[in-house]
T-cell receptor
Framework: DQQVKQNSPSLSVQEGRISILNCDYT??????FLWYKKYPAEGPTFLIS?????DKNEDGRFTVFLNKSAKHLSLHIVPSQPGDSAVYFC????????????????FGKGTSLLVTP | DSGVTQTPKHLITATGQRVTLRCSPR?????VYWYQQSLDQGLQFLIQ???????AKGNILERFSAQQFPDLHSELNLSSLELGDSALYFC????????????FGSGTQLSVL
């Protein structure tokens, strides 16, 4: 069962505009959420995270928003740049270990972002 | 460079064969995770080790096994390979293995022909 869902397989945005990537989760025990970025032929690299005690975390052009009641998080990239073109994975973990996969990160299927000049 | 090393980068083999994938975690990281990424699938968690002991199991087939050695490197063994086992296999590591962020290697692309 997919506990983390990214329902948009792809997204195309113009350079300079905002990119919004969405993620939903089903397990209420998840308390730590992360976004990873992946280029072809490379492993995923950590981008930004948020704890369930917060509803927003910002790092430069990247902001993650968490809505616990809706079990929804989103990643905003402003302004988007061509170098941001990659696959973005949403992930979640239960730092208390109370999930089917223990402490492991549970990943969505990814959203492929294309930023056009 | 994440500091996580995976070998080999590419592996081509035939059905029914057995292969071993190797992973060296970042210096200081005690926990190692294995993930599988198939076509159109996200990263599927296979198994986690912490300081040599198995900590959690995910969707790992019985034909697959893993271990973490005293020097903390890990190996994933895949046997009786089937066409459907063709995938990208990632190793990741973390300091404590308690749900914090992971550092990923660049993966091993396995092709079963």
């Amino acid at each position: 069962d997919q506990q983390v869902k990214q329902n948009s397989p792809s997204l195309s945005v113009q350079e300079g505009r905002i990119s919004i990537l969405n993620c939903d989760y089903t397990n209420s025990m998840f308390d730590y959420f992360l976004w990873y970025k992946k280029y072809p032929a490379e492993g995923p690299t950590f981008l930004i995270s948020i704890s369930s005690i917060k509803d927003k975390n910002e790092d430069g052009r990247f902001t993650v928003f968490l809505n616990k009641s809706a079990k929804h998080l989103s990643l905003h990239i402003v302004p988007s740049q061509p170098g941001d073109s990659a696959v973005y994975f949403c992930a979640a973990s239960a730092r208390g270990g109370n999930s089917n996969s223990g402490y492991a990160l549970n990943f969505g299927k990814g959203t492929s972002l294309l930023v056009t000049p | 460079d994440s500091g996580v090393t995976q070998t080999p980068k590419h592996l081509i083999t035939a059905t029914g064969q057995r292969v071993t994938l190797r992973c060296s975690p970042r210096s200081g990281d005690l926990s190692v995770y294995w993930y599988q990424q198939s076509l159109d699938q996200g990263l599927q968690f296979l198994i986690q080790y912490y300081n040599g002991e198995e900590r959690a199991k995910g969707n790992i087939l019985e034909r697959f096994s893993a271990q973490q050695f005293p020097d903390l490197h890990s190996e994933l063994n895949l046997s009786s390979l089937e066409l459907g086992d063709s995938a990208l296999y990632f190793c990741a590591s973390s300091v404590e293995g308690t749900g914090e962020k992971l550092f990923f290697g660049s993966g091993t692309q396995l092709s079963v022909l």
